[in-house]
C-alpha cells in the first residue's frame, strides 16, 4: 500500500517524521480504553517495538475500535507527536483508524505468559511472541553476516547437494529418499530392495554435510562456503539436537590450520557484532529476559583474542585441575561439554581453540601430523555452550589418505572423487563447520534449539 | 599463508602492486617453454582471469618446471611488471616457482574444448573449465544480491522447513523421507504402512515451494523471504528441469498485487546490475561464447519499464496476432511458452507482467476477483526465456478461501493452520516465487540447468 510508513523508520528516523502525519499499518499487540479516549499497542512486523497510538471520541467508529480483539490489524493515520514525559519517545495521535482484519476473541495469544513449549504447538502463532520475533529476526541477520563477511572478502557461495547418493562422511544416521510406493518395494530377483527402479537408480539420503563437495570448489574457486540444510536422522531427544538444521561450511585453498582458525575467529567476531549493532533492542531484550549474562558475553568474546591450546596440554590441564569430572580424563578420550566447559570458562576464561586431536577420535579427511598420532584438527570452545567450531586442514597427500580410509576400513571406490582432488593439483587446504542454530542459540541465549528453528523437525515431529 | 595475494587483487588493484615483488598461489592452466625461457598461466581461483608468469632458466627448478602437468599447483615470487605491447596488462617475472603438488599427466580437462555432457560426468572437475568457473561464480553473486537487496529493505530471511509432514501445496510429486528399513517395511494389522513408526511418526516429504510458511512470518515480520532448496519428484528429463534446485519466496503483507510486481521488477533488476557490475570478465565470457545477445537483453532489461497485460487481453493479442501456434489459443487455456516468448519477445519487446489468470489454472489461495472468474495472480514473462517469476495476492477471506479449498475437493483439516491465519487479524498480502537456476540461466545464457547446479540432481542421476 502506499504511503505507509514502517515502525523501524518512525523510530530510526524519527526527526524526519516528528509532528508530520504519518500512516501505519499493523496489528494490536494491547487495546485499553476509557469512555472518551484509548491506547493502542501496534505492531507493525518491522521493528521490535511497538508504537503508541492515542484515539479519542471525535473518530467516527471510536466504539468500535475499542472493541477490537488483539491481534485485529490496522490502518492508522495520524500525527507522530513527542512524548517526553513518557516511557516511549513518541506517539500516534490519530484521525483515522481503518479497520483491516478482525481477529478472533479465542486469539491464543493474549497478554498472559505462555511457555514455550506450549508455543512450540502453535508454531504458525508463535513468530508474534516476543521472544520468538526477536530469535527469528536475529536468526535472519545473523545469515546475512555471514553471508555479507565470505562476499566481501571474495569467498564464493557453493549449493551442495541436498540429496546424496554418496555416503561418504559416515557423519551418523541419514535419511533415506525415495519415490517407491512403501506398499509395494521393487525387489530383484534375490529379494532385495530394487534400487536401480528407485529414482535416482541408487539409494540416496539427505546430506549429513556439503564439506567434501565444498572441497571440491576450493580446489577451483579457491576460497568457497557453503551455507545449506544438513540432516540427521538420530533418535536424540535433547535441547540441541534437531533433525533439520542449517550449516556453514568454509573450505580455503592454499592454506592450513592456523589460516582456518584465523578465520574462525574474524568470522564469529563478525557476525557477533553485525547482530548486537543491527538488532539493538532485540538483544537488549534477550538480555533482560531470557539470559542475563549475555551482552557482556557476548562482548567479551568480541574484545579478546581466542587462546589456543593442543588437545594434549588440554588433558594436562584437565587432570591437574582438581575438578571432579563425571567422565575421567584420559589422553585419547573425547571431550565432553563439562571438559570443555571448564577449559573456556574457568581456565581460560575466553574463546579457546584446542588442536591437534589424536586420530582415532577425528575423521578420515583430517590431517595426518608428523607424529603419526594425532590430526591437524581444531575445535572452537567458547563459554556458555563448549563446541562451537569444528574444523580441520584436510589430507592432500594422496597416499597418506589412501591409508586412513583403509584403516578404518572404508572403501577407496566410494572416495573416487574425493582421491581424484589430490591426483590434480592438490594443495594445502582447511576448513570448518559451524552449525547455525547453535551458534543462534549462542547470540541469543535460547536455550533449546526447538526456539531458533522456525519449524522444528525432531523425532515424531515435522508439524507445519 | 602469509603474503599471499589473489589474482584478484592484482588485477583490480594493480598500481599497488606493479613493480613491486609479489607471492601467488594457483594452478597451471597452460604452459610451453624453449631452451632458456618459458610462460605459464596461472589461474589462483579468486578471479575469472589467469596471470602470466614469465620463467627463465636463472631458476635452479628451471627444467622440472618446463615439465609440469597442467593443474599442478604452484607458488610464485616475481615482480609484477606490465606488458604494454601485450594481450594481458601485466605479468610477473619468476625469482621462484615453488612446486606445491604434482597433477597427473591424466588430467581430464586438456586444453582441448570438451562437451558440457562429458564435463557433467566429471563434476569434481568442471568447476575448473571457464564456463562453469563463471557459472559458479555468477550463481554466488546472485546469491548474494538476492539476500542484499532484501536485507537493506529490512526484510526478513525465513528457513521455512525441508522436511514436510504437510502436503498443502499439492504442487507435483513429492520425494518420501523415511529411516524405515525398505526391506522391511512396518505395517499395521490391516496391511498397511505403518507411518507411526516412522521416525517423523507420519508420512513425510521433501518440500515442493516454502510459501505456506512463508506466510505465516509475514503475519508476523511483514515482509519476509525465503531462499532454500525445493525439490520435484518429476520424471521429466528436459533442460529445465531438474529435481532439487533453489527458489526464492519473497512474502509481504499490508499489500497486494500491484505492491507484489513493483518488488519482483525492482529485485530483477538490482540483480542484473549485481552481477553485472560485480562479474564483468565473466559476462564478457558468457556474451562472448556462450549467448552472443546476452548482455543487449539484460541491459534493455534493466532500461526498460516492464509492461502490464491482463490475461484476457494477453488471449486478445495472441488471437488476433497471425502467428501460428503449436498450441491453440483460447480464453482459459494454460500459456505455453511460444505464447509467453511472442508476448513478450515480439508484441512488448520487454520484460512483460500477464495478470489476472482464470481461477481454474491456478493455485487454490490466490485471491479471487471480484469478476468471481480469475485470481489476483501474475507472471512475469522476459524475453529468451518465458516466464521467469510467479506470484499472487493471496486470498486472506476466510470464506472464500474455504469455499475455494472446497471447490477444489482438498480437505480443510489439512490446511488448519492457514486457515487460522485468516482468523487471528488477517490482511491483504502478496508474494512470489522466483526459481534460482532459471534466474542463474537468464543472468548467463548457460541452456541447461544441468549447467549452472554444481551438483545437479535429475531422475537416475545423484552422484557426488
Redesign the interface.
Known amino acids: 500500500?502506499k504511503n505507509?510508513v514502517?515502525v523501524?523508520q518512525l523510530y530510526r528516523e524519527s526527526e524526519k517524521f516528528i509532528d508530520k502525519t504519518v500512516k501505519i499499518?499493523g496489528?494490536?499487540r494491547t487495546i485499553r480504553n476509557s469512555k472518551s479516549f484509548g491506547f493502542i499497542e501496534v505492531n507493525?512486523?518491522?521493528f521490535f517495538k511497538n508504537i503508541q497510538i492515542v484515539f479519542d471520541d471525535t473518530l467516527e467508529n471510536f466504539k468500535e475500535i475499542g472493541k477490537l480483539p488483539i491481534?485485529?490489524?490496522i490502518?492508522v493515520i495520524g500525527t507522530l507527536v513527542e512524548t517526553p514525559n513518557a516511557k516511549q519517545p513518541f506517539e500516534i495521535k490519530a484521525n483515522e483508524v481503518i479497520i483491516?482484519?478482525?481477529?478472533?476473541s479465542d486469539?491464543p495469544l493474549q497478554k498472559k505468559r505462555h511457555t514455550f513449549e506450549y508455543l512450540r504447538t502453535i508454531?504458525?502463532?508463535r513468530?508474534?511472541a516476543n521472544a520468538f520475533?526477536a530469535t527469528?529476526?536475529v536468526?535472519?541477520?545473523a545469515?546475512?553476516a555471514i553471508?555479507?563477511f565470505f562476499?566481501e572478502k571474495?569467498?564464493?557461495?557453493?549449493?551442495?547437494?541436498?540429496?546424496?547418493?554418496?555416503d561418504c562422511e559416515g557423519a551418523g544416521?541419514m535419511?533415506?529418499?525415495?519415490?517407491?510406493d512403501?506398499?509395494n518395494?521393487p525387489k530383484t530377483e534375490d529379494g532385495?530392495?530394487d534400487f536401480t527402479k528407485d529414482?535416482?537408480?541408487?539409494e540416496?539420503n539427505?546430506t549429513v554435510s556439503g564439506q567434501l563437495?565444498a572441497e571440491?570448489?576450493?580446489?577451483?574457486?579457491?576460497?568457497v562456503y557453503t551455507f545449506?540444510?544438513t540432516?540427521r536422522?538420530e533418535?536424540s531427544n535433547t535441547a540441541r539436537h534437531a533433525?533439520?538444521f542449517?550449516m556453514i561450511e568454509p573450505e580455503i585453498?592454499?592454506?592450513?590450520i592456523e589460516?582456518d582458525m584465523e578465520l574462525a575467529e574474524e568470522m564469529l567476531k563478525y557476525i557477533i557484532k553485525y547482530v548486537i549493532d543491527n538488532a539493538p533492542e532485540e538483544m537488549e531484550f534477550f538480555n533482560k529476559f531470557i539470559d542475563k549474562g549475555l551482552l557482556d558475553r557476548l562482548n567479551n568474546v568480541l574484545n579478546s583474542e581466542f587462546a589456543h591450546v593442543t588437545y594434549t596440554e588440554a588433558i594436562e590441564i584437565l587432570k591437574n585441575s582438581g575438578e571432579k569430572f563425571e567422565y575421567p580424563v584420559e589422553w585419547g578420550c573425547d571431550l565432553q561439554t563439562e571438559h570443555e566447559r571448564y577449559l573456556t570458562e574457568k581456565k581460560f576464561k575466553k574463546p579457546v581453540f584446542v588442536t591437534d586431536y589424536p586420530k582415532e577420535i577425528k575423521a578420515f579427511y583430517m590431517r595426518l601430523n608428523d607424529d603419526n598420532k594425532t590430526v591437524a584438527a581444531m575445535d572452537l570452545l567458547v563459554p556458555g555452550i563448549g563446541e562451537i567450531i569444528g574444523g580441520s586442514q584436510r589430507e592432500?597427500r594422496l597416499d597418506v589418505l589412501k591409508s586412513r580410509i583403509k584403516e578404518l576400513g572404508l572403501d577407496e571406490k566410494d572416495y573416487w572423487?574425493?582421491l581424484?582432488?589430490r591426483?590434480?593439483?592438490?594443495?594445502?587446504h582447511a576448513g570448518y563447520g559451524l552449525g547455525f542454530e547453535r551458534a543462534i542459540m549462542y547470540l541469543t541465549g535460547m536455550s533449546n534449539i526447538r526456539d531458533v528453528?522456525?519449524?522444528p523437525?525432531t523425532?515424531?515431529?515435522?508439524?507445519?
Open positions: 500500500m505507509i514502517l523501524k499499518s496489528w494490536i507493525d512486523g518491522s491481534s485485529s490489524s490502518t483491516e482484519g478482525l481477529s478472533n486469539y508454531a504458525h502463532l513468530p508474534r520475533n527469528f529476526r536468526r535472519s541477520l545469515a546475512y553471508h555479507k562476499q571474495g569467498f564464493v557461495y557453493v549449493h551442495t547437494p541436498i540429496i546424496t547418493g554418496s544416521e535419511f533415506h529418499v525415495t519415490t517407491f512403501l506398499d518395494i532385495k530392495v529414482f535416482f537408480g541408487k540416496s539427505l563437495e571440491i570448489f576450493a580446489l577451483s574457486h579457491r576460497n545449506g540444510p540432516f536422522a533418535n533433525s533439520e542449517w585453498a592454499f592454506a592450513d589460516d592432500e572423487w574425493y581424484d582432488l591426483k590434480y593439483g592438490e594443495t594445502k528453528l522456525p519449524f523437525r523425532p515424531k515431529n515435522a508439524e507445519f
